[in-house]
């Protein structure tokens, strides 16, 4: 059967996601801020480590990995590169922002982490949950 | 060759994305996320970033047209997009909650558009609901604004036509502001 709640108006997603948001910090200490949102740019949940509360809210980066996730697939669509496991990286020299859909889910991961973390093993870490959120959601009867 | 940007704004729903796909000679490029907030707006979809086609007027104009999501969560994405634009279509849809004080609004909001270019006001669904008239915006706007030349119409903007001629309005009234304000400034004292 299907919940059509949106996930962010979804408690037991809602707690699902601040939980696993706190143990992918709890995995790599050098995720400084992640975010789960609603293709629409709805902030599910957030977790912060080291981000101050000006940055974090309103849930602007919510809307704002909405906006880079779709622009993003408008440039792979145009250039015929689009795929399944597509994800994006933002990089400077003060850190990373990654983020990638939820397989078959109308979710978004994002995630920033300093330039202490290795960009694969940071992408690992964000994988492996975006599929634990996968699973629940699945399980869960969530789009 | 002139070149204009224009950017198509108004609240979610007003009609803004099926507009420029109406006028768009090319494929328009989407970002369209899966709209939660179906209490808003009932439509599947709704864009996240912006939309963007292009329309060529005669051999000498071409149009870039440029569509806000518009919802106010994304105003980073409207701080963005009225950098460039020169003039602005306002699609308020009529059936919306209050939508003389949305057309407000979003004057407010894009109020820098007029003064770099102009505006015009596009009304839609206003089959789905006959009010308010347009002479009831068209006071609204002169008691709000008082001398803001911004035409108010009915549009349709699945109608390509329909839409063809706001725009073309638009672009004349920009034309015409433009050169009036190159007399004016020929005129004034050295």
Known sequence: MTDETPAHKNPVVVAFATTMLAAMRDESRSLQFAVLLTDDGFEVAHHSATLDATATADGKLASMSSSIQALSEAVTRELKISAPNEYIVLATDKGQVIQQRIPGHTLVLAALFSNDENLGLALSVLRRHADQAANFLTAQGVK | ?190
């Open chain 2, 1 to 190: 060759m002139a070149e204009h940007v224009i950017l198509f704004t108004g609240p979610m729903g007003a009609g803004k994305t099926t507009a420029i796909q109406s006028l768009s000679e090319i494929d328009v490029v989407l970002t369209e996320g899966v709209n939660t907030d179906r209490e808003t707006a009932d439509k599947a979809t709704t864009t996240v970033a912006l939309d963007y086609g292009e329309i060529d007027l005669g051999d000498t104009d071409k149009v870039r047209l440029y569509g806000i999501p518009g919802q106010r969560r994304f105003e980073f994405m409207w701080r963005i997009l009225k950098q460039r634009a020169k003039g602005m279509v306002l699609l308020v849809n009529n059936d919306a909650h209050d939508p003389i004080s949305a057309m407000l609004e979003y004057l407010d909001e894009f109020a820098e558009l007029y003064e770099k270019g102009g505006v015009i006001i596009g009304i839609s669904r206003s089959d789905v609901s006959g009010t308010p008239t347009l002479d009831q915006y068209a006071a609204a706007l002169d008691a709000a604004r008082p001398g803001m030349l911004a035409p108010v119409m009915t549009v349709d903007p699945r109608d390509g036509a329909h839409m063809r001629m706001a725009l073309m309005t638009l672009i004349a009234n920009i034309e015409m502001r433009a050169m009036f304000g190159s007399m004016q400034h020929a005129q004034e004292p050295a």
